[in-house]
């Protein structure tokens, strides 16, 4: 029980870490909180007592999550600073500038894949618990419906100019992570435990699915008007400079960092509490 509640503990601290590392633009630093904070969390649910119902997919799902952290980890610690002048003009820059925005691409789509097997690891530890038949499982069943439809209308407005199969292509492994953790969240109000941790956990795993998507097909996006310029324009390719500066505090990408990170430790914790209440009633 000690070592369950001290990994737990730990589990927050990393957590609290990798957000404040994101507000002192310390994207690395980030990185390896998160991923403490995931190994943190998987050792919890392994050294928790009860939960049979659920131990085993939910650490599925943690453990899948920890492997995407560690290739992020990975790939940010390989990359070189591509702060520069690339030649202007045609030929062997844009070549090379398409080549290498379509590897970060191909590299997001592998993360996703790795994110959405995560969360269909914890979508079948909701699953296996009992269902209780409680009404407020309406109330999560209509937010995920909400949920959807926001995404639908989201996806026409922003893409629905780009072609459809080759955009789905690409983004599928979001989009399916997506679709899963809402599938799950309706599913979760008449599984949940009393305190409502499971629902909560849901709603910002949803969140952090979607802003995984809209990432995804936005770099996507760009890449292919890019690549497939108008009939007689002139496409100048020149230097991606970030606009970030390392001395303002990154709010949107910490508050991203909190959602991804406190949804995956909600959905566990809670899927543990929850099991173990259905198994004392």
């Not at 870490?17 to 990185?31: E, Y």
């Not at 080549?99 to 296996?128: K, Q, S, T």
């Not at 690409?170 to 899963?180: K, M, Q």
């Not at 936005?218 to 991606?240: E, I, K």
């Amino acid at each position: 029980m000690r070592l369950s509640f001290g990994l737990l503990v730990a589990s927050v601290a990393a957590g609290l870490l990798s957000v404040a590392a994101v507000l002192l633009a310390m994207p690395a630093a980030s990185l390896q909180f998160g991923l403490a904070m995931l190994l943190a969390l998987l050792g919890h649910v392994l050294a928790s007592p009860g939960g049979r119902r659920v131990r085993w997919a939910v650490a599925a799902g943690v453990g899948l999550l920890a492997v995407v952290a560690a290739m992020r980890l990975f790939w940010s610690q390989e990359q070189v600073d591509e702060t520069g002048l690339l030649a202007y003009g045609q030929g062997a820059a844009r070549t090379a500038l398409m080549a290498r925005w379509r590897e970060l691409i191909d590299r997001e789509r592998l993360a996703a894949l790795g994110l959405a097997l995560g969360v269909l690891g914890l979508a079948a530890g909701v699953v296996a618990l009992p269902a209780r038949g409680r009404r407020r499982g309406l109330a999560t069943g209509v937010l995920a419906l909400l949920f959807f439809a926001w995404l639908g209308l989201s996806f026409a407005r922003k893409f629905g100019r780009y072609p459809l199969p080759d955009l789905l292509g690409t983004v599928w492994p979001a989009l399916l992570a997506a679709l899963v953790a809402m599938g799950a969240l309706a599913l979760s109000g008449w599984r949940t435990d009393r305190r409502w941790l499971l629902p909560v956990g849901l709603v910002l795993l949803s969140l952090g699915a979607v802003n995984a998507y809209a990432d995804l097909a936005t770099a996507w996006s760009g890449w292919w008007v890019m690549s497939r310029p108008p009939d007689g324009a002139f496409l100048q390719v020149g230097v991606a400079v970030s606009t970030a500066s390392q001395d303002i505090p990154q709010l949107s990408q910490a508050v991203e960092a909190a959602i991804a990170l406190a949804g995956v430790g909600l959905v566990a914790v809670g899927a543990l509490r929850s099991s173990r209440e259905a198994d004392a009633s």
